[in-house]
């Protein structure tokens, strides 16, 4: 697929709806971007393993398949996480 887009303010590039669905990119989605041979191109990188609380338990979510070492390491670093919160918030008292 080729799609000619117009550079915007800033320097801007709106990736078109097309493209974005066929890609599976929303809001957020991180991109990297590299110079080769006076082009440039633009790669999805695949979504943060995050762990949310919905119905008061936690779930994992990601766009896409998971691996048992990524889960693993959304744990740490979610647990990470709340123990750094516990140790701020008892500094604080």
Do not use: Y
Request: hydrophobic share 35%; aromatic share 2%.
């Amino acid at each position: 697929m080729s799609i000619t887009i117009q550079l915007g303010k800033s320097g801007r590039l709106v990736v078109p709806k097309a493209i974005r669905d066929n890609l599976g990119l929303h809001e957020g989605s991180r991109l990297k971007l590299e110079i080769q041979g006076g082009k440039f191109q633009v790669t999805p990188e695949p979504d943060p393993i995050k762990i949310k609380i919905k119905n008061g338990l936690p779930v994992i979510s990601s766009g896409q398949p998971l691996k048992r070492d990524s889960i693993v390491q959304a744990i740490k670093a979610d647990r990470d996480a709340r123990e750094e919160k516990i140790v701020s918030t008892s500094k604080r008292k």
